[in-house]
């Protein structure tokens, strides 16, 4: 797990002074180590920090060059063992017990079909000498990111948007029709981001440059090829296989190994699969909020931690860490993304370091295997859409409190499928309606960026309700929201995040799974509880889905009250140019009254500001 940066053309400043530069800018991306390689005459230069899990010794370390290739490399190939063996019967020879030696042994034997073969997680570029080619990829699911910006004479990239911008003489413009985007999902989803030009290289996907041109090509994707029924025990053998051995190989370490269990079905079943399968007792993580048993899931977790027989640590989050971590929570993340379990996992992430360099967690379970109650209720509003008359529904809708369900639901039922969902965290567009400015709105209107969106549906167009869900989350939610925020907390904590759900194998076993095992007369994740019934407490399987839960309705009624004022009605606020301020107000009031709960937009334009703060600034010019 580590941090990588590049450039490629010509620069105003030295390229090694940019690239130590850009290195530099995220030290706990990879503490034990840093190089860069630098060649004048190609104007191409490499940075790699370097977090330690594979043959911990110097000879580990990166760039790392392999005959006429370059590499820096952020991830795991998981199968990396296997492949090696393969390798060694074609002739190869290895110096080091690392993965990345045999990730580039790989490109030099198989090229970009390569990526193919492998089981992990990653983001890597690799600089051909001899043909003068540059090549990226990123992982298939993006557990890893990987951004890049491409100006007349010159490429950067980097695992980090800030790393890019500390590079740049001019920074990039803000694109603010993206507010739009942001204020709908509650992060951006897609390939573009808040700083216009600068681009995520977007999951399954690779980036090849020469000098003459740049080409993107999509080298996986999902295919819910579900419409043929094996038979319930076959999907349900066939997935307890393939998730005991993702487990199992993700075990491959170096430096010592411990789970996040917050005392849910996921995490609990990443305990109990690797419980037996470590020599000595697991480290397990919890960690929790003193506002009631809404917030806190620490009896859940310590069932799960006595019954596998782990060594258990816990944290309980103050509403001060909370407020002074924000500011960090948003540099860290590099554009606004209202994740605030983000915070959460930070403060764990730092006690498990105390402990672990590598981390599990049940990641992915649900956007694979149907977890939320929003699947269910969207399927019972497209198997009546028919009889439901739009106008009637929305009139309905009105009379409920915004933020209650029942509005929600309404209003969803009265506009097509396609327009309206718009994944787990969809904000409600009553909000935009109140609280943009006129101007803002037709510049929205005029600039809207849809197109990503609408291909998403197209996709997946004449497949069940569930399928269309689960391939939109995995490609928006998923991606762009839990992974970027895990991947960013865990880092920051100098710590390596592995997600055993989120083995391709299991993804794309699940796709072919029928939509009604994995959501069955109403109970989610079907197919799941099934295969754990032996494993786990009943009490861990039938509880409800928590995540790391934050009391955000608690604190804005009263501890940050004060500070919600302070940043979103304050005379300098950026959002000023976008947002009314008097009904900004309005929000924050009627929710400390305990009128109506508007906690999720306080929260969000929170972010927003602080990232304007923070970022917009540099970028606006």
């Known amino acids: ?35 860069l390689w630098i060649n004048n005459s190609d104007k191409i230069g490499l940075g790699h920090r370097r977090l330690s899990i594979l043959d911990i010794t110097s000879s580990g370390n990166q760039p790392m060059s392999y005959n006429d290739l370059i590499i820096v490399y952020n991830g795991e190939i998981y199968n990396y063992i296997e492949l090696r063996k393969e390798l060694e019967i074609k002739g190869y020879s290895f110096k080091t017990g690392t993965d ?42 993006g557990i890893k990111p990987l951004y890049y910006y491409q100006t007349k004479d010159s490429f950067y990239f980097a695992s980090e948007i800030k790393a890019i911008l500390c590079a740049l003489n001019n920074h990039p413009m803000l694109s603010p029709q993206l507010i739009d985007s942001y204020m709908s999902f509650g992060y951006i989803p897609g390939e573009n981001t808040l700083f216009k030009g600068i681009k995520r290289l977007l999951p399954g996907h690779l980036l090849e440059i020469t000098p003459q041109n740049l080409t993107i090509t999509k080298y ?13 025990s076959h999907y349900l053998k066939q997935s307890c296989h393939i998730l005991e051995d993702a487990a199992k190989i993700r075990l491959r370490s170096d430096v010592p190994l411990g789970i996040f269990l917050s005392g849910g079905i996921d995490s609990s079943t990443v305990v109990g699969l690797l419980s037996k399968k470590v020599p000595e007792h697991l480290k397990t993580f919890s960690v929790a909020y003193n506002f009631g048993s809404k917030y806190n899931e620490t009896e859940y977790a310590r069932s799960v931690s006595s019954k596998f027989n782990t060594k258990h640590y816990e944290l309980f989050i103050s509403t001060k860490e909370f407020q002074d971590f924000i500011p960090k929570f948003v540099w860290l993340m590099d554009e606004p993304v209202t994740e605030s379990a983000a915070i959460s996992l930070y403060f764990i992430a730092k006690l498990a370091k105390e402990h672990v360099t590598v ?11 149907a977890g939320y109650d929003l699947y269910h209720y969207m399927s019972i509003i497209e198997k009546y859409r028919h009889l439901l008359n739009p106008e009637i529904a929305q009139k309905i809708a009105s009379f409920f409190p915004v933020g209650s369900k029942f509005r929600k639901y309404l209003s969803l039922s009265s506009i097509p499928f396609e327009k309206g969902y718009r ?35 197209t996709k997946t167009e004449g497949k ?134 508007h906690h999720r937009v306080i929260w969000q334009l929170i972010v927003l500001e602080n990232w304007m703060q923070g970022f917009f600034n540099k970028c606006a010019s």
């Open 220 to 232: 996986w994707d999902i295919n819910f090829n579900n419409d043929y029924d094996l038979g319930f």
């Open 1 to 35: 797990m580590c941090g990588i940066v590049g450039i490629w053309g010509k620069t105003e400043s030295p390229l090694e002074d940019l690239i130590q530069k850009m290195r530099d800018i995220f030290p706990y991306r990879g503490p034990d180590s840093k190089a």
């Open 100 to 141: 990345t030696e045999v990730l580039l042994a790989s490109y030099a034997e198989w090229g970009k079909d390569c990526l193919n073969l492998f089981n992990g997680m990653w983001a890597f570029a690799i600089w051909d000498k001899k043909n003068k080619k540059l090549f990226l990829s990123r992982d298939r699911l």
């Open 464 to 597: 069940d309700i569930l399928s269309r869900m689960l391939y939109f989350d995995i490609k928006t939610w998923l991606v762009d929201d839990l992974l970027i925020k895990a991947d960013r907390m865990s880092m920051a904590a100098s710590l390596e995040l592995r997600v055993p759900f989120l083995d391709y194998r299991l993804v794309e076993f699940a796709a072919t799974i029928p939509s009604h095992y994995k959501l069955h007369k109403g109970i989610n994740k079907f197919i799941l509880k099934k295969m754990v019934k032996d494993l786990l407490p009943k009490e861990i399987i039938d509880r409800k889905k928590m995540g790391f839960p934050t009391p955000l309705k608690i604190m804005f009624e009263k501890d940050l009250l004060n500070y919600s004022k302070d940043i979103l009605l304050s005379k300098s606020a950026f959002i000023h140019s976008y947002f009314k301020k008097e009904k900004i107000e309005n929000l924050i009031n009627d929710h400390a009254r305990k009128k109506l709960d």
């Open 423 to 457: 994944g787990i965290s969809t904000h409600e567009e009553h909000y935009k309606d109140l609280l943009y400015h006129r101007d803002f709105v037709d510049f929205i209107e005029k600039n809207k960026e849809i197109e990503f969106i609408e291909n998403l549906f």
């Open 359 to 369: 981390i599990l967690s049940g990641e992915g379970s649900d956007e694979i295997f």
